[in-house]
């Protein structure tokens, strides 16, 4: 889960995203609206956490404009502001969730996950592709109830998979949302990671389709 930190408290921001990363997630940062509008225009997130008290206008004014172009990537809001009027500015605006300051990072985290698995189409918090599951909440993987264990990027791979399952995934589109926009990978590291999770889990539950990308299968179903 590759996800966009827009907050200006650079403490809070630095302690936030290191639990976070802690927790298996890519995080990029930034502590202006400016640059996370340009960033959520030329970069692919699979979450925002967006605070509404930034020093180049409130969050609410970037949140509405991303609404309004269309831009349907979930975002939590993240804010010291706990009236209901507030949080109703919020929510009219787009957001999909809110937590007040202070918070549990643990709240962060589930919020987020259930926000991103709720986007791809998934209410229940494991998701399963045949005999292969994958818990959003703890991050753990198993198959046939037997656990698998991963590397984080491996981790960040086969989750991403997992909630586009069955639909096909693009190379680029994995880069996009698997790895820091700083630290692009070789063109053969997706090949390699790729193959490590075919090792662990059998190779015919990952297809490769030439010219397309890849697709989780559910071999027990056949599809």
Do not use: C
């Amino acid at each position: 889960m590759k996800v966009l930190l827009v907050e200006d408290d650079a403490a809070l921001a630095e302690a936030l995203a290191d639990a976070l990363a802690e927790a298996g997630l890519l995080i990029e940062s930034t502590t202006t609206g400016r640059e996370a509008d340009y960033l959520v225009r030329t970069e692919r997130y699979d979450a925002v956490i967006l605070d509404l008290g930034l020093p180049d206008g409130d969050g609410t004014r970037w949140l509405s404009q991303w609404r309004e172009d269309d831009i349907d990537l979930p975002v939590l809001v993240l804010t010291a502001r706990e009236r209901w009027s507030d949080k109703a500015a919020g929510f009219s605006a787009g957001a999909d969730d809110y937590v007040v300051k202070p918070f549990e990072t643990a709240e962060v985290l589930f919020r987020l996950r259930a926000l991103v698995r709720r986007s791809h189409g998934h209410a229940h918090p494991v998701i399963r592709v045949g005999e292969l599951t994958l818990d959003t909440h703890s991050g753990s993987v198993s198959l046939a109830g037997r656990p698998i264990t991963l590397t984080a990027q491996e981790s960040r791979l086969l989750s991403y998979l997992m909630h586009a399952s069955p639909r096909i995934v693009s190379r680029a589109e994995l880069v996009e949302h698997v790895y820091n926009r700083d630290h692009e990978p070789d063109s053969n590291v997706i090949d390699v990671q790729i193959s490590r999770l075919r090792r662990k889990f059998g190779r015919a539950r990952i297809e490769t389709l030439r010219g397309q990308g890849y697709r989780l299968v559910d071999l027990e179903a056949g599809v």
